[in-house]
């Protein structure tokens, strides 16, 4: 057997027991769609919203560079708009053979020019207050309406992603979710049923995205 033999065998085999395996990079601009069912909140999401490929996603972040490194650009309740670590936000949510419950989604070809501006524009809005009461256009924000508005305000006629009715219903029973009843309570104010905002499964399916990589296939 001659040496170029022996390398096929071994280059054979490496591939028979899967020691190559895919390798993906984040790269600024990517969009982090992180499915959640745990908490009642992210059960009402999924239920009245369908992501990509029909998976729900409850959360989603953006991959800004900070100072040389890598962050998620992300709105939740109790920070507000913030810079979380990437790793930090791959392992929030896990599924059962460890691998990160999060789809990516990248600008297409056409887009990519404008990643830095919408880069610029979210590094300004860190520390921004979260949005408690879902009203779009108060200077605050959840975390697909401060997407939106990265992207949106910042491609020239690229509308990315559509603001469309919220709704806060059990699509099955017609009835607000008690979830959703108990938080506006607790926040004196009304369930905006009907007023225009959107949500990370309708993101994930806009057509100006493609998934390049799902971290749970």
């Not at 022996?6 to 895919?22: A, D, M, P, T």
């Not at 069912?37 to 800004?64: C, M, P, W």
Request: charged letters at 20%; aromatic letters at 14%; glycine letters at 8%.
């Amino acid at each position: 057997m001659n040496s170029n033999q022996f390398l096929s065998i071994v280059l054979f085999f490496c591939i028979l027991l899967g020691y190559q395996k895919e390798t993906f990079e984040l790269q600024a601009g990517d969009l982090l769609f992180q499915q959640w069912d745990q908490s009642d909140f992210a059960k009402a999401i999924n239920a009245v919203t369908e992501g990509y490929k029909g998976n729900d996603f409850a959360h989603v972040g953006l991959v800004l560079s900070y100072n040389g490194t890598l962050k998620v650009l992300e709105a939740t309740n109790g920070k507000g708009v913030c810079l979380t670590p990437v790793d930090s936000f791959l392992q929030a949510s896990k599924n059962q053979a460890g691998a990160p419950r999060i789809a990516v989604g990248r600008l297409k070809q056409e887009y990519q020019s404008y990643v830095s501006n919408i880069s610029d524009w979210s590094l300004a809005h860190v520390g921004k207050s979260y949005d408690t009461l879902f009203v779009y256009g108060n200077d605050q924000y959840y975390c697909a309406e401060l997407l939106h508005d990265a992207f949106n305000l910042n491609i020239p006629g690229g509308q990315v992603f559509d603001l469309a009715p919220m709704t806060f219903k059990d699509p099955i029973t017609n009835h607000f979710f008690p979830v959703w009843e108990t938080y506006f309570r607790n926040v004196e104010a009304i369930i905006p049923e009907g007023a225009p905002g959107l949500n990370p499964g309708s993101m994930s399916r806009s057509d100006k995205l493609e998934i390049v990589w799902e971290y749970f296939k």
